[in-house]
């Protein structure tokens, strides 16, 4: 199709869902999600971080045709994120989800970079996927925006740092938003789009139409400790990690009670090896600080576990032990 002719048609569709009652934020939304599909406005992405959630992030936003930069300051962690995304795309063409062809072209909109202020100059939206540790993060945004291009949307995947502070820390607050990926981002439907205080509708619309342009169902909440998922999700956890540490029951009793009597696909512990005990014992601090209350204090095992460098699947060991290349593992305790 011409591209007046796509331009013309946007703009008459949008005349027509405003006459027909749609909300202008609505239409904005039906609108910006053609405009992505038709025009790309939205060409290039930047993800900073190439661990467990920055390839699955750098993995959609390529496999829905955006030029995808992912950074690292780590080359081995971007060799690692490019194999990954590579194994994943194997999994996809066997399970007939996408073809050979739609394979290599992802693969072919995918490229890695060491150095942040280059890599990000041109990049429409940037996504930070790197450690969840709020000086790393504080950093990165001042670079980043010394570095980006005006109009380009700053997001984060923090799970759970101040939106609000980490927007304070750039020269521009409306531009800053959270786009909380779950894990594994290929698989999982849910974008948590957290607006902070200072984040503008038009950033906020922007994202939320960008989240749905890339196959996912955004939901917006407001920027509080934990915001919903994790407000919900790292008690649960904690609170596991607690009757493990208080006797009550061995690991593999605990995650089959939750499996088989509550229906979760997973169970706590598991779940919790599986995100990293590191990030769990963060997000767990961030609660208790954010909100002052006893009950989000963080399991004394789980602090020892992260002292003792057991971080989960990554690291091989957690409340399971890992084999690499296998799906098998055996709880620990
Ligand atoms: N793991 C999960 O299940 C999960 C789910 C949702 C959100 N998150 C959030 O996503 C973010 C990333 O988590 P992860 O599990 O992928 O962590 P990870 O430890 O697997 O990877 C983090 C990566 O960031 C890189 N990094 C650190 N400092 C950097 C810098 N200055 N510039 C560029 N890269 C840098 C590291 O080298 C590493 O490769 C965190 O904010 C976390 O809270 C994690």
């Not at 795309?89 to 399970?95: C, E, F, G, H």
């Not at 006797?247 to 779940?271: F, N, R, S, Y």
Request: net charge neutral; glycine share 8%; with cysteine.
């Amino acid at each position: 199709m011409d591209w007046r002719c796509c331009f013309l048609l946007l703009i008459s569709s949008q005349q027509i869902l405003l006459s027909k009652g749609t909300s202008e934020r609505g239409a904005f939304s039906i609108w910006y999600k053609l405009d992505c599909q038709y025009f790309r406005r939205m060409k290039e992405i930047a993800v900073i971080g190439a661990g467990t959630m920055g390839n699955g992030i750098a993995h959609v936003f390529a496999q829905h045709g955006y030029a995808v930069t992912l950074v690292d300051v780590q080359s081995a962690a971007l060799e690692r994120a490019l194999s990954t995304i590579a194994k994943n795309l194997d999994r996809q063409v066997a399970k007939g989800k996408i073809d050979e062809g739609q394979k290599s072209e992802t693969l072919r909109r995918l490229s890695t970079a060491t150095q942040l202020d280059e890599a990000i100059r041109n990049a429409d939206l940037i996504v930070e996927a790197a450690t969840e540790n709020q000086e790393v993060k504080l950093n990165i945004f001042k670079q980043i925006d010394a570095a980006a291009k005006d109009g380009a949307i700053l997001a984060t995947n923090t799970s759970s740092i101040s939106i609000t502070q980490i927007a304070a820390a750039t020269q521009r607050p409306e531009a800053v938003i959270g786009m909380h990926f779950m894990n594994p981002v290929p698989v999982m439907k849910l974008v948590e789009v957290i607006r902070g205080y200072a984040t503008s509708d038009q950033t906020n619309d922007q994202v939320v139409a960008l989240s749905e342009a890339i196959g996912k169902t955004p939901v917006e909440v407001n920027d509080y400790p934990g915001f919903v998922a994790n407000r919900i999700l790292m008690p649960m956890i904690n609170e596991a990690i607690y009757t493990l540490w208080q006797g009550v029951a061995k690991v593999e009793a605990i995650d089959t009670v939750m499996m088989l009597g509550m229906a979760h696909p997973m169970g706590p512990l598991h779940l919790a090896d599986f995100i990293g005990l590191d990030v769990c014992l963060s997000i767990m601090r961030v609660l208790h600080q954010g909100l002052g209350l006893a009950k989000y204090a963080p399991c004394p095992l789980l602090v020892n576990m992260v002292a003792a460098g057991k971080l989960g699947k990554k690291t091989g060991e957690g409340f399971y032990r890992y084999t690499p290349g296998s799906k098998e593992k055996v709880a620990v305790m």
